[in-house]
């Protein structure tokens, strides 16, 4: 009786971790927000320097260029890090958070 019961045990326990497995599988493969997979990266990264270079047009009166586009890489997340300077100044520099699920909202400025 004792070692059908620990068969069963290591059956129900080899049954359950495949399961975890599994799930842990799909949600990181499907975790990531459309607009950072390897299709639409490229658009996501465009407006995000276009949103960024108009906002410092608009709002601070400067022409930047951006040198750096990065997302968080956390699971779900709509961050966007911009890093750039502004043009023909290489030393006075500035970093940029976007959220992509507000219409490309500027979030941060440092």
Known sequence: MKKNTMVA???ICSSLS???IAWIFVIGDHGS???FNAKNWPKTKEKAIQTTVDYFKKEKNLEVTVDEVS???EYASHEIYLKGHVTNNKQEKFSVTLDSSK????ISIN
């Open 71 to 73: 997302s968080s890489g």
């Open 103 to 106: 219409n490309f909202k500027v």
């Open 9 to 11: 045990l290591i059956l």
């Open 18 to 20: 495949l399961i975890f």
């Open 33 to 35: 927000t459309d607009e």
